[in-house]
């Protein structure tokens, strides 16, 4: 089977479980129409339970049928294809399946899909920064998440930051405590969202005082909506402390 017949065999596989309500739904809660950010994104709706239950049943599926499927106008075929791209990831950095060079090509792929726009809505990027370039760049340089933030591409800038998920979930906040000043003046929603979660789980699984700290420094010149999520475990005399120096 080529890889047109392969990812022609995971199209039918979601259109298999897919619903028109849901499609409906989804369009909404992702804000698909004009001016909005998802404005002209497909769905057929497919929730990510499914999708990733169809996703596993692909196990070997040829990279470029991955990348028929990331070019996809269909919003559950990329996050299909993204699915399969962090397992062929996983796979090539397990012990027993370990692989650099499978590995260091997964991750050139996933780039590749995030600059040609593909990796285009919150959830995409939210199932596949951390997991994928995150994990890659533990113990290499992380310019490339720097350059990510300053980019003029809202998802771009997001995956910079959900990159950094990956270094809190080993006990490491530095780089999330270097980038988080670089986007206090960022003007969407979306941005504010991620910031202030990563900073929550900063003091959540890193240091409390890591987060005060920053908080301390920061907090009168961020946004409300990254305040409030960074703020989330804090104690509500803390919150209110915080709130008061915007």
């Known amino acids: 089977m080529d890889a047109e017949q392969q990812a022609g065999a995971v199209v039918e596989a979601l259109a298999a479980v897919a619903d ?6 989804l ?15 497909v769905f057929i709706g497919v929730r990510v339970p499914a999708t990733r239950k169809v996703a596993k049943a692909f196990p ?6 991955i990348d028929i499927l990331l070019d996809s106008p269909v919003h559950e075929h990329r996050l299909a294809a993204l699915f399969l791209l962090r397992a062929r990831f996983d796979r090539a950095r397990a012990s027993r399946t370990a ?21 285009n809505n919150w959830d995409l990027v939210d199932s596949s920064a951390d997991q994928i370039l995150g994990q890659w760049l533990l113990d290499k340089p992380r310019d ?20 950094t998920f990956a270094f809190i979930r080993g006990g490491d906040a530095s780089t999330t405590l270097q980038i988080a000043p670089l986007l206090l ?26 987060l005060t700290g920053f ?3 920061y907090a009168a010149r961020m946004p409300r909506t990254m305040l ?3 703020c989330e475990h804090l104690t509500p005399e803390e919150r209110a402390q915080y709130r008061a120096l915007r």
């Open 20 to 25: 028109a309500g849901d499609a409906e739904f």
């Open 215 to 217: 908080l301390d420094e």
């Open 185 to 210: 003046d960022d003007r969407h929603d979306l941005m504010h969202k991620a910031v202030g979660w990563m900073l929550r789980e900063v003091g959540k699984r890193v240091d409390r005082l890591l």
């Open 99 to 119: 692989d650099p060079s499978i590995e260091a090509a997964a991750v050139e792929q996933y780039l590749a899909a995030v600059r040609r726009g593909r990796v």
């Open 27 to 41: 369009g909404g809660f992702f804000k698909t129409g004009p001016g909005q950010y998802g404005e002209g994104d």
């Open 60 to 65: 070997g599926i040829d990279p470029a049928a």
């Open 228 to 230: 409030s999520y960074a």
């Open 144 to 163: 490339l998440l720097f350059e990510f933030v300053r980019s003029d591409v809202l998802w771009e800038r997001r995956v910079g930051v959900l990159a």
